[in-house]
């Protein structure tokens, strides 16, 4: 039997006066977190539970909550957690369907206020290296170090897994307070973390499970691990020289695909086949082929193994 998430430890350790999260909602079953968060973003959907962000501060905030505070003020900004043991209903790039069995993984989405466009592209990008560093510091602390890596634009791989699929990142931009004077722009990170399935209850050979790894972790402390790393890593995007310079050279130094032979499969069809050379300062992924350089801002990455290795 797989122990349902302590929401109350979680809420406790986020929602403290030396962190920026401001709201944690759990549910023992969603649809999909970054729905639900979407929702309460809009103010389509009201918090509940009780490390919600309150009536009286969502009052405070007006129609564009904190994310306009954080852009302007130096406010925490929106900083809303959702979480859930069972997401029926999750999704992942281009639409695919995403599903685990109950309380198996690690279903987290966070809503991050956006100070500059450009640091868009970056933040599914700066969102797995989060969760990198995370694996790392959670694994070793339970005796079992494994060395999570990245593979542009939105996956975490397990290199102690034959560098199978640990987890997906699906970021959306949302409007919050549209047609009133303080509109402002969000970003909803939903991340998914394979943490105890086995073998058989993955959907495909290529993915992987921290238990499968060797590794045995409370989710409670994975996600509050994950969040600290991904708030410590975007508080130069919320500063007034908003510099994401040194996180961008950490996910370079970090990121798998970098160096790597691959194959690009564009959203609207094709193939391109190179050497990845590196992550552009826009997030994009530069490839190098037969006819010169190209750069994608989108697309789903495999890495070509050597002969006999298979693909990643």
């Not at 690690?106 to 100070?115: D, G, Q, R």
Request: aromatic letters at 4%.
């Amino acid at each position: 039997m797989r122990d349902s998430l302590d929401s109350e430890t979680v809420g406790a350790a986020l929602v403290t006066s030396d962190r920026p999260w401001r709201g944690v909602e759990f549910h023992p079953a969603l649809g999909s977190t970054n729905t639900r968060l979407r929702d309460l973003l809009t103010g389509a959907a009201t918090p509940t539970g009780p490390y919600a962000v309150g009536a009286a501060e969502r009052a405070a905030d007006g129609p564009a909550g904190g994310a306009a505070g954080g852009a302007a003020g130096g406010a925490p900004g929106l900083w809303w957690v959702v979480l859930t043991d069972h997401q029926t209903g999750g999704r992942g790039r281009l639409g695919r369907a995403w599903t685990v069995p109950d309380r198996a993984s690690l279903a987290v989405s966070a809503a991050v206020p956006v100070t500059d466009a450009a640091h868009v592209g970056w933040m599914p990008l700066l969102a797995g290296l989060a969760l990198t560093r995370a694996v790392r510091e959670v694994t070793r602390a339970a005796g079992h170090e494994l060395t999570a890596r990245l593979k542009w634009p939105n996956d975490v791989l397990l290199a102690d897994d034959g560098d199978r699929k640990l987890s997906g990142i699906l970021c959306e931009l949302v409007t919050t307070g549209a047609g009133t004077s303080r509109p402002a722009q969000v970003v909803v990170v939903g991340t998914g973390v394979n943490v105890d399935q086995t073998r058989a209850e993955l959907p495909v050979p290529t993915a992987t499970s921290l238990a499968l790894a060797g590794a045995d972790v409370r989710r409670e402390e994975l996600v509050v691990a994950y969040l600290d790393h991904l708030a410590a890593l975007l508080a130069p995007a919320l500063s007034a020289d908003a510099d994401l310079a040194p996180a961008r050279d950490a996910y370079r130094a970090a990121c798998a695909t970098i160096g790597a032979q691959v194959q690009v499969h564009l959203p609207q069809g094709g193939l391109v086949s190179g050497t990845a050379v590196t992550v552009d300062d826009h997030g994009s992924l530069v490839v190098r082929t037969p006819g010169g350089s190209r750069t994608f801002a989108a697309g789903d990455v495999v890495h070509v193994r050597p002969p006999g290795a298979g693909l990643a």
